[in-house]
């Protein structure tokens, strides 16, 4: 083969070139970082500037002979490519001269060009014949300061609980049978309890800390444990505890509350009935206030009014019941009162009956069970009666007069449950991201048959787009439901209207993700991800129900479209159009942004990086879509069909409001906490991960932004190709991200995820 | 209110113009069969005429005020709806009308457009105040038809087999632990072959019928019963049976293939290892020949080098084990061998170790382990050398000369369990979408707070886009599959090559299209959903595998791309731009039809409903993908790069062909084979549901259609409203689809899909 030889200044730039025209990705912004660097270049003659700037025509690119020639030339230097350099490229480019004898020094115009185009070794390691000195974590981020980020303030209260999982009651491993998985998980429960950890989120009076946040916290750590113990945990102390401190009175919290904390007593949350899985306000079990003896009856009238799915209903001596409170023969809707279930030898009390659920697809460590009532009776001290009671004559009162309100207040204390199993769900995708994403870093396979080594499973490309958009997605929503835990619990008692529909939405999205999250990372592990030693399979099936408990996701998403829809309810009964036609104006203006060709079809990196052009995209599909479902709706109405009927008709339409409308929340508030990062460094990564993520969700309704006109075919397929560069570029630091959630190590058993 | 009038001729056409208005899908055509029934009906005056054809004007649409009085009129009429008439608008206008005392009688014409437009109860029984008679089932389809057109000339053999599984033996139940449940399964295995099921496509001779195709909806029938019990079966009868019957010679058929396939001899399939799984060309365990002694040393060189997953692993006597086969110190390749495991007694032969996988997601009823050896010695007449053996004086010798080439035929006796796993993983969700189905038929939830009964969950339009579209894709794939093993089974000693790309490509949809079904189903049943008993949470952990096992789907869809791309080879070793041009050429028609703006934008039914167009969509997408990744090819390797790198590079541009290549095979097979169906009203119910799969798919892309400029915008939007459409059309007979899948009532044990 012939030698192919080029002058001292250009020598360095061949790898560059070569690595630049074998990238289909050049955008015009970034043919000028590297005119400027030639132009700033001291090393070039003028003729060398000439020929360099000729190489850089996008009209008129290189000829494939001229690329083969680099390739040869670099091929022919026998240089080795160390990925551990600062600047791996640039340090190779002059080992690649050097090669041919050419003497050239370290390049800081080349190095502002590797830099600037985020040119990562995983970009080229590939191209040369060459060989590579692999690193398989830059290094370049310390999963401590992103731990840090994550977790703010909380940060010395979750390490300490970190190290207080490190008792080997916490240790994992499997339990084929129910009963055995459940005897553990209460045992961890106690232990928990005893750590202080249960009470977190009471008074300090009741052996709490009152930080809900801290709380949710702890929960979401507790599924790197096992999910059973998790959902166990929010039962106790969230669902039964919280429905005290939340529904109760003063003399119902000192009596029981303490005794919750510490599980002294435990208890369950009995709402959902058999009949009527999402649909509380219909349930069928009453509460009927008996006058003479100050008692309530509780009664499940049907056979299928039992409730169901009731969580540790087989440890419980007590259960927070929800039934339709009737008072001198008036229902006042649903209230919730506390009933004995078990007496101290934990024999059932007459007119109970309980029934295991049986095995389930997973949490198998919590106690699920249906409960019928019959006629049993309980003193109306036991009625939770903050938000509605039975004063001594006998007459209902409540400081809600509006029934809808008052019962929308008392499920409102269920908001904060939402947002824990959003994190819950959230930890599994974490978890099962570390693992599939550690294995990858590790499994070897197939190979070009010249190179003795097979490629890490991370470095093929398909892999990377599996795992590392869903990474960022894990951080993107990480920080959306820290904020609305914060939203949340520094406004307990205040109109909860709008968190409840901002955490139904996400309660949805998030679960919907973390679902995909956890099959991705099993898949992206093959056979190694179906065994149990290996933690998804667990992960998988024990988060799967949240998709559909504390609020079927379905259901949650009209909720949510509902409340986007609320400024529009006026109109849509007394025909006024002020605010749809202040809607209109908007959508108009959002045509004339979008009719510009200019926007439309806006392909250079800077623009579709920039957080701006994300969040006007989201914004732009939610406030169309809702308008467009609130004119259809109109339309209905208009033509006599009654509302509900109008709702059912839109109702795909609904969701994909309510959709819209969770993703451009957690995206808003996931870029405002990351604009408060003060270090740039660690500000620049969240950005460029919030890029990803953003760009993926964008991808993901492409044809309706292609149908809109808001996206054109150049920029639509432009968003796709950086998505798989993003991905890239974010690989060498995947390490360093997943390591940084945080997960400790003594719970992060699988063995695909060690050395081996 | 004020009382509403029509005249005489009028009055019956009140629904159908309130139907129609309040549609949001009336197209050109559709108006005009209006138009046409208004100018043929006699009962009408031309006045009348006139009023309803101004009706009829999109572009001057009734106004509001006037479609409400419709609604008024029709209300109050105090009609009822009875959903089980032949033509239940018209007979409900009749009575409509008859409300007002206006004398009609049967209108064919109003008949005509009912049935012309697919009007269906669930389109419009919302829409009225009016008192409904629901009928859940239309009853038009005969379940035991679709049976026959599903299973064909198999199908007495289908049923005898289900009368089989009547036995209480194969009665569902759960098994917690994994030795409880493989103990069942092994005596369900046993049971099956004494019936003389696993032998079913063995020669006669050994006591088979030589039928692969009933062997395969054996298999397919088995998942009905339990997921470990198909795989257990595959693995005795197909993997390790079909290794002897395949690649083996005729003594060694006689010795081993009748006791294999009555259970005497139980055995397993050992070619997968840990450090391999899917590079089985890169496998580690090695053969060697000792000519002196004439026999293979088996033997496991590294730690990880072990046999991996290995079904059947604890209870074999015998395995099949792949290891490379050194003669004369040359590595001649991948070979089988037969490697006795245990003696009579059960315990392992010197240099075997097996270790239980132990708990795995799903199929804890099979006894998956590892197996290393070490120094194994068994005969030269253990090898399994149809393909490749060694002769007296130890030389090698193969009938097939290419190494490649030999180890691609070996391998080819693969496809046929790909084909088994395919259907097994169909199987799963034709069961889980069974029993979500007849759940969503029989659960009802929420209200209108002014009707008594709450709604069915199947007429949610979001629940109909769940479950009905996933339900047409189940008989699309079906009829795939059953092509695709005729195929198989009718060219078993020719040229596998074929329909080993089409295999590749077939699993790989189908088992992800299952997981997403089977998951839907879950999600649909809510809480249900989750409970064992309801069958759905083992079909899901049992069939999660099949996307990674007989070859994971990633790789597999490259399998399947680079089958597709194998005209272009020549060209990208020879420079020569013959078939490139050829294909440029087809490229160029493509874009003559597309540019056309009325096809582009054609969004009339016909049109959209008619398979041409949606095999010609596909076959665009297939042929536009497969010629740009492989000009993307062609230029890295004129750049230089090798061909490896090159194929990397583009590797989710082809994951992309292979799925596109699949598609369009998928939907192709199944058009051909409706066409071929006798009976007219079944042929149009497969070719709607045809229709229903493939806009479906198309929509799934239509960013990229977009992108190219093959669908525009109204197209686009008309085909998502289509697939709401064709759903609700469907939903009438969903009852009778899946009760046609042929699922045996005894083995449906799901409380929840029994009235309840």
Chains 1, 2 share one sequence.
Request: glycine share 8%.
């Amino acid at each position: 083969m012939q030698k192919v030889q080029y002058s001292k200044g250009i020598a360095p730039y061949i790898p560059f070139f070569y690595v630049i025209w074998s990238d289909d990705l050049l955008s015009a912004s970034e043919i000028q970082v590297v005119k400027k660097a030639i132009k700033e270049d001291d090393s070039l003659s003028n003729e060398e500037r000439k020929i360099l700037a000729n190489w850089l025509d996008k009209g008129n690119p290189p000829k494939n002979t001229e690329v083969k020639k680099w390739q040869q030339f670099i091929t022919q230097s026998k240089a080795k490519l160390v990925e551990s350099e600062i600047y791996p490229l640039e340090t190779f480019s002059q080992k690649v001269a050097k090669g041919h004898k050419i003497d050239v020094t370290e390049n800081n115009q080349l190095q502002y060009v590797e830099k600037t185009l985020g040119i990562q070794p995983n970009h080229y390691n590939h191209l040369f014949n060459v060989e590579v000195d692999r690193q398989i974590d830059s290094l370049r981020f310390e999963p401590k300061f992103l731990d840090e980020i994550l977790y703010g303030d909380k940060l010395s209260e979750v390490r300490r609980f970190r190290d207080f999982l490190k008792h080997q009651d916490f240790k994992w491993t499997i339990h084929p049978t129910k009963e055995g998985a459940r005897e553990v998980v209460l045992k961890q429960l106690k232990n928990l309890a005893s750590g202080g950890w249960g009470a977190y989120a009471y008074p300090e009076e009741y052996g709490g800390k009152d930080n809900l946040e801290t709380y949710a916290a702890i929960f979401e750590h507790l599924m790197f444990v096992d999910g059973s113990l998790a959902v166990k945990f929010g039962v106790q102390f969230g669902l039964f505890g919280g429905s005290i401190q939340n529904l109760g009175n003063s003399v119902q919290r000192d009596k029981y509350l303490s005794n919750t904390g510490d599980t002294s007593l435990l208890g369950c949350f009995a709402m959902t009935e058999t009949g009527h899985g999402s649909n509380v306000r219909g349930i069928n079990t009453t509460a009927t206030y008996l006058h003479e003896e100050r008692s309530l009856v509780i009664d499940t009238p049907g056979k299928y009014d039992n409730k169901e799915y009731i969580g540790n209903a087989l440890h419980s001596k007590m259960a927070t019941v929800f039934a339709q409170l009737i008072v001198n023969g008036q229902n006042e809707g649903v209230h919730a009162i506390l009933v004995p279930l078990r007496d101290t030898k934990h024999q059932v009390l007459d007119g109970v009956t309980i029934e295991d659920n049986g095995y389930k697809l997973g949490l198998n460590g919590v106690d699920n069970g249906k409960i019928w009532f019959s006629q049993v009776k309980v003193p109306i001290e036991n009625l939770l009666d903050k938000y509605g009671g039975i004063d001594e004559n006998g007459n209902y009162k409540s400081p809600i007069k509006n029934p809808n309100k008052r019962f929308f207040t008392m499920l409102g204390t269920l908001v904060g449950g939402r947002i824990c199993v959003a994190k819950g769900a959230l930890a599994a995708a974490k978890m099962s991201l570390t693992i599939s994403v550690k294995h990858g870093l590790r499994r070897r396979q197939f190979n070009d048959s010249i190179k003795i080594q097979e490629d890490l499973l991370i470095d093929y490309p398909t892999h990377q787009l599996r795992l590392i958009p869903k990474v960022a997605s894990c951080l993107v929503y990480h920080f959306a439901l820290e904020r609305a835990m914060y939203e949340y619990a520094s406004n307990k008692d205040g109109d909860k209207r709008r968190i409840e529909t901002q955490v139904a939405g996400l309660k949805s999205i998030i679960t919907w993700f973390s679902s995909q999250a956890v099959q991705e990372s099993r898949e992206a592990c093959g056979g190694k991800g179906y065994l149990r030693e290996n933690r998804i399979a667990d992960l998988k099936n024990d988060s799967d129900i949240f998709t559909t408990f504390e609020g079927d996701n379905t259901v949650l998403l009209q909720l949510a479209a509902k409340g986007v829809l609320s400024d529009f309810k006026s109109e849509f009964n007394s025909g006024g159009f002020a605010s749809v036609l202040k809607l209109l104006g908007n959508q108009l203006n959002d045509k004339l942004t979008t009719i510009n060709p200019l926007y439309v079809n806006k392909v250079d990196s800077e623009h579709l990086y920039n957080h701006k052009f994300h969040l006007h995209a989201l914004d732009f599909r939610l406030r169309r879509l809702t308008y467009t479902a609130a004119m259809r709706i109109r339309n209905y109405i208009k033509k006599g069909m009654p509302s509900y009927q109008a709702f059912l008709k839109t109702q795909t339409h609904l969701l994909e409001v309510g959709k819209a409308y969770s993703e451009v929340l957690a995206i808003k508030w996931y870029y405002e906490k990351t604009r408060s990062i003060t270090d740039d460094k660690y500000r620049d990564l969240f950005f460029q991960i919030g890029s990803l993520h953003s760009l993926n969700i964008i991808r993901k309704d492409a044809e309706w932004y292609l149908e809109q006109g808001y996206l054109g075919s150049a920029k639509s397929k432009a968003i796709r190709q950086r998505i798989e560069r993003l991905s890239s570029e974010l690989r060498p630091h995947i390490g360093s991200l997943i390591d940084g959630f945080g997960i400790p190590e003594h719970l992060l058993t699988a063995p695909i995820s060690k050395d081996w």
